[in-house]
């Protein structure tokens, strides 16, 4: 039997937050309970956001916490040729195609929809869809342009699938039998696969890394869930394997809402400051009642 691998994929887009802390403590609970191995990788993709000294910070709150990782760390910004090569593979069979309008033209083209009274599709996590169709595209070019941004042609992948709903195998405790369900990536409407400061977005790099970095479990909280469904597709499509999930409870802030790096929650970093013992966070924190 191959040995699991579990990794910690945070993104330095700031510094981690209770969430991050339990999602990594979760991931090497688990990877203890099945006696795997438990990778780290930086996602720092979203080239606008991500900076060096958020990483650096990375390794220290995760040291803190007490947890260890295989070296060498992956980094997402030195792979940008495999995602590159992923997505070309895409394009060449007609599953993704430019999609050069500003963020100004999309909005822009939404207010029009709401205007003629046109009920547009909106994502899971509430943002609407690509509001352009074929007819506005435009011709497709033969080669992939550079430097322009690339959507995954939803409805010509699951086609080519001859699918409808991908399947998704999900472990509740690490000793439940897998179960598997299926899950309708259509509802993420034709996703983003490489963006204007994005060389590539995260589903597409997130496939690609489980992949080549071996993966068989996928560990994370519960807001990453429902997009599940992308990743399993952007796998059938690019023949890489699909891993076993298990999306673990939120911390919720004290008005109920998941943390966010953006919204300023406290980092682990300031709470460190204030002398928090290490073990009392940890026990906290394991003992957080679940989120609905
Ligand atoms: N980089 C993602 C985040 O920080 C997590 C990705 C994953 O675990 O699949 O939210």
């Given at each position: 039997?191959?040995?699991?691998?579990?990794?910690?994929?945070?993104?330095?887009?700031?510094?981690?937050?209770?969430?991050?802390?339990?999602?990594?403590?979760?991931?090497?609970?688990?990877?203890?309970?099945?006696?795997?191995?438990?990778?780290?990788?930086?996602?720092?993709?979203?080239?606008?956001?991500?900076?060096?000294?958020?990483v650096e910070a990375i390794f220290d709150d995760l040291a803190w916490?007490?947890?260890?990782?295989?070296?060498?760390?992956?980094?997402?910004?030195?792979?940008l040729e495999a995602y590159e090569k992923a997505l070309r593979l895409?394009?060449?069979?007609?599953?993704?195609?430019?999609?050069?309008?500003?963020?100004?033209?999309?909005?822009?083209?939404?207010?029009?929809?709401?205007?003629?009274?046109?009920?547009?599709?909106?994502?899971?996590?509430?943002?609407?869809?690509?509001?352009?169709?074929?007819?506005?595209?435009?011709?497709?070019?033969?080669?992939?342009?550079?430097?322009?941004?690339?959507?995954?042609?939803m409805a010509a992948a699951l086609k080519k699938l001859g699918i409808?709903?991908?399947?998704?195998?999900?472990?509740?405790?690490?000793?439940?039998?897998?179960?598997?369900?299926?899950?309708?990536?259509?509802?993420?409407?034709?996703?983003?696969?490489?963006?204007?400061?994005?060389?590539?977005?995260?589903?597409?790099?997130?496939?690609?890394?489980?992949?080549?970095?071996?993966?068989?479990?996928?560990?994370?909280?519960?807001?990453?869930?429902?997009?599940?469904?992308?990743?399993?597709?952007?796998?059938?499509?690019?023949?890489?394997?699909?891993?076993?999930?298990?999306?673990?409870?939120?911390?919720?802030?004290?008005?109920?809402?998941?943390?966010?790096?953006?919204?300023?929650?406290?980092?682990?970093?300031?709470?460190?400051?204030?002398?928090?013992?290490?073990?009392?966070?940890?026990?906290?924190?394991?003992?957080?009642?679940?989120?609905?």
């Amino acid at each position: 039997m191959i040995q699991p691998v579990l990794r910690f994929a945070p993104s330095p887009n700031g510094y981690l937050h209770l969430g991050h802390a339990l999602s990594a403590l979760e991931c090497q609970r688990w990877a203890d309970a099945l006696g795997g191995r438990m990778l780290l990788r930086i996602e720092d993709t979203d080239i606008s956001r991500a900076r060096p000294h958020y990483v650096e910070a990375i390794f220290d709150d995760l040291a803190w916490l007490g947890l260890s990782w295989e070296e060498p760390v992956r980094v997402q910004s030195e792979h940008l040729e495999a995602y590159e090569k992923a997505l070309r593979l895409l394009y060449d069979q007609g599953l993704a195609y430019p999609a050069p309008a500003s963020r100004t033209q999309i909005a822009h083209a939404l207010d029009g929809l709401k205007t003629e009274g046109i009920a547009w599709h909106i994502d899971p996590d509430g943002s609407p869809h690509y509001p352009f169709g074929d007819r506005d595209r435009g011709e497709r070019p033969d080669m992939m342009p550079d430097d322009v941004p690339i959507r995954l042609d939803m409805a010509a992948a699951l086609k080519k699938l001859g699918i409808s709903k991908v399947s998704e195998k999900r472990l509740d405790t690490p000793t439940s039998a897998p179960v598997t369900t299926m899950t309708d990536p259509s509802l993420w409407g034709d996703i983003l696969l490489r963006g204007r400061d994005r060389p590539a977005t995260y589903h597409l790099a997130v496939v690609v890394d489980d992949a080549d970095q071996g993966v068989t479990h996928v560990v994370r909280g519960l807001d990453l869930g429902p997009s599940t469904s992308v990743q399993r597709l952007l796998q059938e499509l690019l023949g890489l394997p699909a891993p076993i999930y298990h999306h673990h409870r939120l911390v919720l802030g004290e008005d109920g809402r998941k943390l966010s790096k953006s919204e300023g929650a406290k980092s682990l970093r300031s709470l460190r400051r204030t002398g928090i013992a290490r073990d009392a966070l940890i026990a906290r924190l394991m003992a957080t009642p679940p989120s609905p």
